[in-house]
């Protein structure tokens, strides 16, 4: 069953997008990634339409309020004052961060050891800095050969915000010019389906869904193939969010692999991992279970708009070498920014 | 369920517990470890920071050094310790009024609205009638997801046309409720991000509107030291009454939500335990304690048997094992019936002991172990799971073909089942529970 949602109207307009100077970044050190909306120029009547300024102005105030809680602590303990950075409280705060204790501890002794010239913050900053992958270029879904489409399988557990990934993907892609075919994999959750239908519409992009409960497998194969006959250049596929310590459930999602391989071989899924922002340590042990089903290939830290810190984040990069690729900040359809881990460390020291 | 928390305590605790006399240092590697743990576990670090203060204070005091069973003495200081920071305030679920309105709010992805339709068919055991309300106007087809799970467990949803605000929905949905004769209302209100201020404003509005018996905050197990800060943002909101801890069937320690109660007062009333609807309990502080330490939890394993298994049944059972008549037709309703409890993982954390053998068990059901051996008994003939002595060469290799599995599966099956009845015997007569156990999970 195919249901056919497009809206016209869509246009790229990078123009528009470069009058707000980003000040996420932190200080006169521009960080390009912040400074550069990610896609412009939905209709201005739409409520959920991305506009120019929007991303930094949420990033920014996002930030802001992390940095509250948290880097600005930070600050404060490691101003150089009378009796030096009161390292303690760093270990306390990297810890109320969810950077994680063991972490924690070791990267203030390590930074304790730097003897920085730039004193304790940037010590402490560059030990953060260190634990984040190194990343190349710009992230982009590729395909295996021309004629074929790129495929991006999203996952997580449950209530991470998989669907509205998809949907803020799905704008994005739509907005670069590609063309997105949406897979309703996602056949278990009550009104799953409808869901993605009505991002799919927000995004103006087609969907391919069965029934609810068929096999999520099945909807996968289909919505390749559908993206083939109709030249779709990327296809993104919704799954259930399911809990780590399900191995039929994670099973599941390695037999989906394993139909996205053998439909495109070569193919190389970008598989996407959704972990909520508010996670506390639980997060690595859900990513390394991922990572063992189905090889993930980057990670989208959502609700990033609370007062969340995603400390996780720096155990797991540390630990799987999996970088995060893009962070959401807010429930509109242009809330996902590239993440960039310069000036994520940098924009929270600010 | 918090396994990875119960492990490292009973660690640290059994190097204690080995020992027998404990000098101070000890007891601070304790503390170390169990700081640690807690952390990991998501525990706030202020609560973690009193709590080992706690026990420290009560572990290091001479008496308890000088005793020869100062590792049990700290395992108990421990388990008090924790019994009481989860074990705070109010635990009872309110139900007055007519109807007797109640709220849930909480995170976005929290799991209000699978915890809603828990929530009511929890209810309707119990005899009550109560009426989903759809409040969530924001999340796309959160109102679609609450009515699917309502038809499924044929109890009505109240929801309005897209536009409608949300205290008109609440305060309709009551009314809808007196109109259709239901006691309870279920209030499902949109997820929240504790910052936007105009969504706190509004479950502030409907709680005015409705007046609430309970306003439960909805907790993900998985929630890290945000959760404490969360809670205290929405308990100002809105006068919370307790707490549902949510996804606790994950390997997620679930220490942040336990320390809401410690910092704000609340109490957990429910976890939720699954996805199935049917996945919803009543939360035991003292038996969670116990289960995160590795000391099991047998009262929710006697609940839930008594649940699901049939008592003229079950005392059929208990009367063969006693004449040892036990067959293998019996063993195969067993399984049947051990499965209709839940996952085995969590069936077997819940008993002493065993709190480690809960991951091989549950992941010997995964493999299929348990189907297989079905498959197994279900390619005998009536005969021979009556009489499995019947069972030579040539019927053993028709049932390995017939179950589609081979000679040495259909032989190892047998010899357990050997040992379960040889185990059994003494088990009814008390003791030799693990061998028994560890013989129906099909362990190598």
């Known amino acids: 069953m195919f249901r056919r949602r497009r809206r016209d109207e869509v246009a790229a307009d990078p123009d528009t997008s470069t009058d707000a100077p980003g000040e996420a970044a932190g200080g006169s050190d521009p960080q390009p990634a912040f400074d550069r909306p990610l896609f412009a120029g939905f209709d201005d009547d739409d409520p959920d339409a991305f506009r120019p300024g929007d991303a930094e102005a949420r990033l920014e105030h996002g930030l802001e309020r992390t940095r ?36 924690s501890m070791e990267i203030v002794e390590r930074a304790r050891q730097r003897r920085d010239p730039g004193g304790a913050e940037a010590a402490v900053r560059a030990e953060l800095a260190s634990l984040l992958v190194p990343r190349g270029g710009a992230w982009e879904p590729r395909s295996a050969a021309v004629g074929r489409p790129a495929v991006v399988l999203i996952v997580g557990v449950n209530g991470t915000g998989k669907t509205t990934t998809i949907g803020k993907l799905a704008a994005r892609y739509t907005a670069e010019g590609r063309t997105v075919l949406l897979a309703a994999a996602d056949t278990f959750r009550a009104a799953a389906i409808d869901q993605l239908l009505i991002w799919a519409d927000r995004a103006g992009v087609q969907v391919v869904s069965h029934a609810p409960g068929a096999d999520p497998g099945a909807v996968v194969y289909d919505a390749i193939d559908a993206a083939v006959a109709r030249g779709a ?64 290939t980057g990670i989208v830290l959502t609700k990033l708009d609370s007062t969340a810190k995603g400390g996780i984040v720096f155990a797991i990069e540390h630990d799987l070498a999996v970088p995060v690729r893009f962070v959401g900040v807010g429930e509109g359809i242009g809330d996902l920014l590239p993440f960039d881990p310069d000036a994520f460390v940098a924009a929270l020291f600010a | 369920m918090f396994d990875s928390l119960s492990e490292r305590l009973r660690k640290t605790l059994s190097e204690l517990t080995g020992r027998g006399r404990v000098s101070e240092a000890d007891v601070d590697a304790a503390m170390r470890e169990i700081r640690l743990s807690l952390l990991e576990a998501d525990v706030n670090f202020k609560v973690v920071k009193d709590f080992v203060g706690r026990v420290r204070e009560k572990a290091v005091g001479a008496e308890i050094l000088q005793s020869l069973t100062a590792g049990q003495q700290i395992v108990k200081i421990v388990n008090d310790e924790l019994v009481e920071l989860l074990g705070v305030g109010d635990r009872t679920f309110h139900l007055q009024g007519n109807p007797a309105v109640v709220s849930l709010v909480g995170l976005q992805g929290s799991g209000k609205t699978t915890t809603a339709a828990k929530l009511a068919r929890h209810l309707v055991r119990q005899g009550r009638r109560p009426l989903l309300v759809a409040a969530d106007p924001y999340r796309p087809a959160a109102a679609d997801q609450l009515e699917t799970l309502g038809k499924a467990l044929d109890i009505p949803v109240h929801r309005a046309p897209v536009g409608t605000p949300v205290v008109e929905i609440a305060r309709a949905g009551v009314d809808a409720a007196r109109r259709l004769t239901r006691d309870v209302v279920i209030l499902d209100t949109a997820g929240r991000l504790t910052v936007d201020q105009a969504l706190m404003d509004e479950i502030a509005a409907v709680n005015a509107a409705v007046k609430p018996i309970e306003t439960l905050l909805v907790v993900d197990a998985m929630t890290g030291q945000e959760a404490v800060n969360v809670a205290t943002a929405f308990h100002d909101a809105v006068p919370l009454t307790g707490l549902i801890l949510t996804k606790i069937d994950g390997d997620a320690r679930g220490g942040a939500a336990l320390s809401i109660g410690a910092v704000s007062g609340l109490a957990v009333k429910f976890m939720g335990t699954g996805e199935k609807t049917d996945a919803l309990e009543v939360f035991h502080p003292d038996r969670l304690a116990g289960r995160i330490l590795g000391m099991g939890d047998v009262m929710t394993l006697v609940e839930r048997a008594q649940e699901h298994v049939d008592a003229s049944q079950a005392a059929k059972i208990e009367e063969k094992l006693r004449k040892s008549q036990f067959t293998l037709e019996d063993f195969l309703e067993q399984i049947q019936q051990v499965q209709k409890m839940g996952p085995m993982g969590q069936l077997m954390s819940m008993i002493p002991g065993m709190g480690g053998m809960a991951k091989e068990a549950q992941a010997a059901v995964d493999r299929g172990e348990l189907r297989r051996v079905e498959a197994i008994i279900r390619a005998m003939t009536p005969r021979e799971r009556r009489d499995p002595a019947i069972l030579n060469g040539s019927r053993r290799r028709r049932i390995a073909a017939g179950a589609g599995t081979d000679l040495t599966e259909v032989n190892r099956l047998i010899k357990q089942y050997a040992e379960l009845s040889k185990l059994m015997k003494q088990l009814s007569a008390g003791g030799g529970r693990r061998a028994a156990m560890s013989g129906l999970v099909g362990r190598r």
């Open chain 1, 68 to 103: 509250g809680g948290f880097m600005s602590r930070l600050r404060d303990y490691l101003g150089d004052g009378p009796g030096g950075p009161a390292w303690d409280d760093v270990e306390e705060t990297l810890i109320a961060g969810d950077v994680g204790a063991a972490l």
């Open chain 1, 233 to 296: 250049d990327l296809v993104i596929a919704d799954t259930a969010g399911r809990l780590h310590t399900k191995s039929s459930l994670m099973d599941e999602l390695s037999k989906i692999r394993r139909i996205v391989d053998k439909r495109l071989p070569g193919a190389e899924p970008e598989t996407l991992f959704v972990l909520d922002g508010t996670t506390g340590q639980n997060g690595l042990q859900q990513a390394k279970a991922f990572h063992d089903a189905v090889g993930l």
